[in-house]
């Protein structure tokens, strides 16, 4: 029998078939879940983790200040970048939205902490706005004590009795009738340091908020310091408040802001005193000027290096010490109306150790002229010793000779301003250079200068010089002379003078406005790639709107002596000065 065929019921059919679309259909959707997963997964660890981190580097710099660049003193700066980095630029590194610098983004502008401060200016009804001052409370070792010790302070004077009065020292007999009958002081040549903080202390814009603060003042006597170390101490001892303070000065948060180029304080003794440039023993003066904090604040002081951004010059301290304008009206008034019977005039003593100074040559061409007036400061008693003798001789001349003294500046140049003398000059270290906050960039509206070299090689005769200025030139130098008479003295600290601008008043604001422009430069990110320190003192001399320096025709003046030489020549300067203040006690050398 043959076997039928197995045939397969329709329902049978159904069903096998429906157990492969089963099977279809829980592989799609296993493949569909697992895709939705992996677009989960993506989503949350590559668009939302990258944005995470993007998210943590935003908070890392705009938390954490980044560091200002060196900025040098005279030139005008250009840095590189800002305080804060874009953090848009790293977060979306390919998207080509703003193609401008980063310095004209004005939001980048309120990221600098100093910003508070330029705004000041802006408020017209504050007139404090951009004039704000922060004086650092330093601790008593860095300045009333050493006024506490002030027999201390010079190994041959007692300087107790020049610290009294706020450092005018005690007041001045007017017995000769050659001073006013108030304001006058034996005010010591080295007393700014004193005088210039008492001053501060009566400045009309001190404030205690940092934020606002245009600059930043440190009350060191830097001067006092190192006058009670100079003779007899090892370097340890001399450097040893010097680098207590940029210590100090360094854990303060205020000094962070800009590493201390906001900062000032004032030496009333020359540069050479802090710039000493070895370690040897024998080396003269402290290192303050050449430590890399000091470096970024600005120094005033009496003689500034003309080799050298971080220090300038500010004018020696003279007798007269008004307490109200009309102290100064009334002195010009006098000055004026004087009769000056002598063509010029010299106070001062020869260097006979010194084969460049022409001392001895002025000395001797005043000598033989009938129209020269002659004070000698040498050894022994001398009229030069006292500011009455010396102030008389001022008044009584047309014009004041100012050769170099034992380095390039001289008290006696203001005390001749002072007198209505207009002041004649040899070097352009004395004072074009020097004081160039405080006097007129154009120095033949109020003095004469004749180059050493004519004196010492060409024998040129003073006299006949001088005589070659008609009356009418002659008439408005000494009137030039006589209007600046306010910016060249200290006011008196216990007072304030109404109107007119001493030479605190002077130096305040020309720190201000250094520091307001190097803000102003970082924040537009100006650099000066071309600055060279050692042509500082070009610097100064630049028009507004100039920043390149060239050739000079000073520039034989100032040509540097090689590192071996440079040491022996400022601190060979600064120990002439001490043995001539040991030799006889004089205000005027």
Not at 311 to 338: E, N, S
Request: hydrophobic share 35%; aromatic share 12%; charged share 25%.
């Amino acid at each position: 029998m043959r076997r039928r065929p197995v045939v397969i019921a329709p329902s049978e059919k159904m069903d096998r078939g429906a157990g492969k679309n089963q099977k279809s259909r829980l592989c799609f959707l296993a493949l569909l879940s697992a895709f939705f997963w992996i677009l989960l997964l993506y989503f949350h660890f590559v668009v939302l983790g990258g944005h995470a981190v993007d998210e943590s580097i935003k908070l890392s710099l705009e938390d954490k200040p980044v560091n200002l660049p060196v900025v040098r003193k005279f030139a005008p700066s250009r840095v590189v970048d800002a305080t804060k980095v874009d953090v848009k630029s790293i977060r979306e590194p390919t998207k080509p939205v703003d193609q401008q610098p980063k310095s004209t983004a004005k939001p980048e502008v309120q990221n600098f902490p100093f910003v508070k401060a330029l705004k000041t200016v802006e408020n017209k009804s504050d007139p404090c706005g951009g004039r704000y001052i922060f004086v650092h409370d330093l601790p008593s070792r860095f300045n009333e004590d050493m006024l506490k010790e002030c027999k201390s302070l010079s190994l041959w004077t007692n300087m107790c009795k020049f610290t009294t009065n706020a450092g005018l020292g005690p007041p001045l007999e007017n017995v000769e009738g050659v001073f006013s009958d108030t304001g006058w002081y034996a005010t010591n040549q080295f007393a700014v340091d004193v005088i210039f903080s008492n001053r501060m202390k009566q400045y009309d814009c001190l404030t205690k908020d940092s934020s606002i603060a245009s600059a930043f003042f440190v009350p060191f006597y830097a001067g006092f310091d190192i006058a009670r170390y100079l003779w007899g101490y090892n370097i340890s001892t001399r450097d040893r408040a010097s680098l207590d303070l940029v210590d100090w000065l360094e854990k303060r948060p205020e000094w962070g802001v800009m590493g201390g180029r906001d900062h000032f304080l004032v030496a009333g003794r020359i540069t050479w005193d802090f710039r000493r440039l070895s370690e040897e023993e024998t080396d003269w003066g402290n290192k303050l000027l050449f430590l890399p904090a000091a470096k970024n604040m600005s120094m005033l002081v009496v003689e500034s290096s003309p080799w050298n951004a971080n220090d300038f010059g500010i004018p020696y301290p003279t007798y007269f010490h008004p307490a109200k304008d009309d102290d100064v009206f009334i002195w010009q008034d006098r000055m004026r109306k004087l009769e000056r019977k002598w063509l010029f005039s010299f106070a001062g003593a020869p260097r006979p150790d010194n084969p460049k100074s022409i001392r001895g040559q002025i000395i001797d061409q005043c000598k033989k002229s009938k129209v020269c007036k002659l004070l000698e400061c040498d050894f022994g008693e001398s009229k030069c010793h006292s500011p009455s003798s010396i102030m008389q001789m001022f008044q009584s001349s047309l014009f004041c000779l100012q050769p170099q003294g034992d380095s390039y500046t001289r008290r006696s140049a203001f005390d001749a301003m002072l007198a209505g003398c207009i002041p004649v000059f040899f070097h352009p270290g004395s004072a074009y250079t020097q004081y160039t906050w405080h006097l007129p960039k154009n120095f033949t509206r109020y003095s004469v200068f004749i180059p050493e070299d004519d004196i010492r090689k060409r024998n040129v005769s003073i006299e006949e010089r001088l005589s070659q200025i008609s009356p009418e030139q002659l008439k408005l130098m000494q009137e030039e002379v006589i209007s600046m008479i306010p910016r060249l003295v200290y006011a008196d600290p216990r007072s304030k003078l109404e109107t007119l601008k001493d030479a605190f008043d002077v130096s305040v604001q020309a720190i201000i406005d250094k520091v307001t422009k190097l803000r102003k430069d970082i924040i537009e990110g100006h650099t000066d790639k071309n600055f060279i320190e050692e042509n500082s003192w070009k610097y100064a001399l630049l028009e507004d709107g100039q920043r390149e320096v060239g050739p000079h025709e000073w520039d034989p003046f100032f040509s540097k002596p090689k590192d071996g030489d440079s040491g022996d020549t400022s601190a060979g300067a600064a120990k002439n000065s001490w043995k001539n203040e040991q030799r006889d006690k004089s205000l005027n050398s």
